[in-house]
């Protein structure tokens, strides 16, 4: 026996700590186990270790934010409670795009792993068909590590860095195929909003949404060695969805991607403009720029390149009021793989001009054995080894339906836009 675990001792809070190894071992099997496990992290925050090696239930929020040096070693099973209502109610609000969450973990220098599990009973609300809380949040924190931890069945997001720089996500497995064998849908697997410094590597994800997206401000990203079965893509953005405020999706890296049955592979989506200065559907300014997908393998991608400069807006408003999101200094080096269209494999569907867009090492090939690649607005064209034509379709949807849309040239006296004449056959 370990000389530290003699000094044990059962706190009524329901947790027993070790004072020398500075552990906390969490008993579990209580109807909330939400408190004992908020106790052991208060105990054994600067610079112990809460274990979590039993099932815990968790059914009333967890607002842990002001965690310092400390370790989280879930070896056991997280089940969140399937209350639709307690969470819908009482969920920690995140002001952005109504998301909630069960769990804020914040602070500086947390680290999580163990191999366990976080079961969000998401079953509950799919067959409900409404969303719920996103498990847990990284929120307002720094230095965080999550690696080896399973998540399955979110009843939305899985997880949402949020605020926070120097994050990394490794070797996360996420599945939230609902039982019956059907796609849950809105389960991202990653949102990164206003956060810096993050890292999403080594993972295999089975969901219904975006793979990972970068919501506004997400600076300085690694997205690296992912398997996404079933998703909407990497994506940047959406963006640009409120008039007046600025987002900013810049130095990110996508690297050694394999996309399989996905709606999209590699995505960028930005809102066109609006007429009204108090817009909540686009409008909004700033900046995609610095992006590099590479290694991007498709298997059966709706269309593997999109990017969509007049997301969720109309032909006519983008005509006449151009995206105030600026698209540029975006690269795609060795894309291939396959589609499901018959032969669109590239959609590039700017309403301003987008600048600086290179493609080395593309193969991408549609159902019919051929390709085309469609590009609006595209500044120059010299630098794809793809031809483009002109105006294409792109995949519009972020709900649950795969709509499409069509899109036509844009003339404008004050900026060049440049298109293509013909499409080509790849064999
Ligand atoms: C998650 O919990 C649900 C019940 O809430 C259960 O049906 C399902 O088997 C669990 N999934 C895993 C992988 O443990
Ligand atoms: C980033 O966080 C990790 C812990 O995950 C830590 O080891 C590292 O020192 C941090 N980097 C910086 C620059 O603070
Ligand atoms: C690419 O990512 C996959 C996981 O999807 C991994 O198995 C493989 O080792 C990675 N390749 C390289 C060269 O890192
Ligand atoms: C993004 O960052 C810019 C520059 O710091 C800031 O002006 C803007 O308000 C931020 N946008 C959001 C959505 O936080
Ligand atoms: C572009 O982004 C990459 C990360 O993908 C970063 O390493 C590089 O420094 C950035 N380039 C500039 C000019 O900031
Ligand atoms: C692209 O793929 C080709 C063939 O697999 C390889 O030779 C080349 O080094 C790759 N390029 C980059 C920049 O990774």
């Given at each position: ?121 998401g079953d509950t609300w799919y067959a409900a068909g409404t969303t719920g809380p996103i498990p847990w949040v990284i929120y ?12 399955v069945q979110s009843p939305f997001w899985h997880n949402f860095i949020y605020q926070s720089s120097n994050v990394t996500f ?108 108090t817009s909540t559907t686009g409008g909004g300014n700033g900046y995609v720029q610095n992006i590099t997908f590479q290694d ?132």
């Amino acid at each position: 026996m370990a000389p530290f675990s003699i000094l044990k001792f059962v706190s009524i809070l329901g947790f027993a700590v070790s004072a020398l190894a500075a552990t906390c071992e969490v008993a579990g099997g209580t109807s909330d186990d939400g408190p004992a496990i908020a106790a052991a992290l208060s105990t054994c925050n600067n610079g112990g270790t809460v274990v979590l090696d039993k099932t815990y239930t968790l059914a009333t929020v967890l607002q842990t934010t002001a965690l310092n040096n400390v370790a989280i070693q879930l070896t056991g099973t997280i089940k969140l409670s399937p209350e639709i209502s307690y969470w819908k109610a009482s969920g920690v609000q995140l002001t952005y795009q109504s998301a909630y969450t069960a769990w804020t973990i914040g602070g500086s220098g947390i680290h999580i792993y163990g191999g366990g599990t976080f079961n969000a009973s998401g079953d509950t609300w799919y067959a409900a068909g409404t969303t719920g809380p996103i498990p847990w949040v990284i929120y307002n924190a720094k230095n965080v590590l999550v690696e080896n931890i399973n998540m399955v069945q979110s009843p939305f997001w899985h997880n949402f860095i949020y605020q926070s720089s120097n994050v990394t996500f490794n070797n996360i497995n996420l599945n939230s195929i609902q039982t019956d064998g059907s796609q849950a849908q809105n389960t991202d697997g990653w949102d990164i909003y206003r956060s810096s410094n993050v890292a999403i590597t080594n993972s295999h994800i089975i969901n219904g949404d975006d793979c990972v997206s970068l919501k506004p401000n997400s600076t300085n990203v690694l997205v690296q060695n992912l398997y996404c079965q079933g998703s909407h893509g990497i994506s940047m953005g959406s963006v640009g969805q409120y008039a007046g405020v600025q987002d900013i999706i810049q130095n990110v890296l996508v690297k050694n991607i394999t996309m399989v049955n996905a709606e999209n592979g590699a995505r960028i989506k930005a809102f066109g403009g609006s007429s009204s200065s108090t817009s909540t559907t686009g409008g909004g300014n700033g900046y995609v720029q610095n992006i590099t997908f590479q290694d991007f393998k498709c298997d059966a991608v709706t269309l593997p390149i999109v990017i969509d400069q007049c997301y969720e807006t109309s032909t006519s408003t983008c005509a006449s009021y151009p995206s105030k999101v600026l698209i540029n200094d975006i690269h795609y080096i060795n894309v291939t793989g396959t589609g499901t269209k018959s032969k669109e494999v590239v959609s590039m569907v700017c309403s301003d001009v987008c600048e600086d867009i290179t493609a080395v090492g593309t193969s991408l090939v549609g159902t019919s054995g051929s390709s085309e690649y469609y590009c609006t607005n595209i500044g120059s064209l010299t630098s794809l080894d793809f031809p483009c034509s002109v105006a294409g379709s792109v995949v519009s949807s972020s709900k649950s339906s795969t709509t499409t849309k069509k899109t036509t040239t844009k003339t404008t006296t004050t900026k060049t836009s440049t298109t293509s004449t013909k499409t080509t056959t790849t064999t």
